[in-house]
């Protein structure tokens, strides 16, 4: 059911960065980049609130092992950096998860009274087949897969079966990018129009305007990456609302303070 105008006329986007990672080689970001040619990518969630609904777009992470693992700068735990914009990580009422990689999934347990949404084939792939002979968990804590069947057997996960699927008025979540397994992307309704929040699915703006692919999957995989970006400009009805997942950009194109950018 779609939102009523006044709905929509409640809803607000804010993007929250809880750290950087200084020195990225842009050659993990976009594929045949420059192999020294290096930059400082945000670590980013986003904050969708809606008429009865405070909704984390990711969760960023706290475990130690990625602190050690990367040279990680600015670093604030993501359910503090939430506070920052006014939520406390009680009052978040649904998480959506982007994918399961360590910087998205794995603050999940910061937030003790959300839902948590996740596509189906992305759950049953990384609670199972990925830890087989021949699977792949690259960038998947074993903490955080541990935390997803806890969740379930809680009672609070939500399985996301498929593409183009409303989970909450004004909230679509679409597939197809082939970041991980089963990555999926938010469309966010609002009065200035939609806006797509695109996470890893694409990771800058430079992405975009280029026409290279994200890091995906797999190498076959690298057509439906850019499938996915035409689509995602498709569906916010222009390239600049298709907001990438580790573009610092977003805090100089929209109002910031601190941390904080306020997308609409």
Not at 87 to 116: E, K, M, Y
Not at 125 to 154: F, I
Not at 246 to 263: C, K, L, T, W
Request: hydrophobic share 40%.
């Amino acid at each position: 059911m779609s939102p009523t105008a006044a709905e929509t006329s409640k809803v607000s986007i804010q993007a929250i960065r809880y750290a950087t990672i200084p020195g990225f080689p842009l050659a993990g970001l976009m594929m045949g980049a420059p192999p020294d040619e290096r930059i400082d990518i945000a670590m980013v969630i986003w904050l969708v609130r809606l008429p009865n609904h405070a909704v984390l777009f990711d969760t960023g992470f706290h475990r130690d092992r990625w602190l050690k693992e990367f040279t990680v700068a600015d670093y604030l735990r993501p359910d503090e950096a939430v506070a920052l914009a006014g939520v406390r990580a009680d009052q978040v009422t649904d998480v959506v998860i982007s994918h399961a990689h360590w910087d998205h999934l794995g603050g999940v347990d910061l937030f003790p009274n959300a839902r948590v949404w996740i596509q189906k084939q992305e759950y049953a792939y990384y609670t199972g087949d990925a830890w087989q002979p021949g699977g792949r968990s690259g960038g998947v804590d074993p903490e955080d897969v541990a935390c997803l069947l806890r969740l379930n057997t809680a009672g609070r996960l939500r399985l996301v079966d498929g593409d183009d699927v409303e989970i909450l008025p004004g909230l679509r979540v679409y597939t197809g990018a082939r970041h991980t397994f089963a990555s999926q992307y938010l469309r966010v309704e609002t009065p200035a129009g939609p806006f797509v929040l695109a996470s890893d699915n694409c990771y800058l703006d430079r992405n975009l305007r280029e026409r290279v692919p994200s890091a995906t999957f797999d190498e076959a995989d690298r057509p439906k990456n850019l499938a996915a970006q035409r689509r995602m400009i498709a569906l916010a009805g222009e390239a600049e609302r298709v907001i990438p997942g580790h573009d610092p950009r977003q805090f100089e194109r929209f109002p910031s303070e601190g941390r904080v950018a306020r997308i609409h």
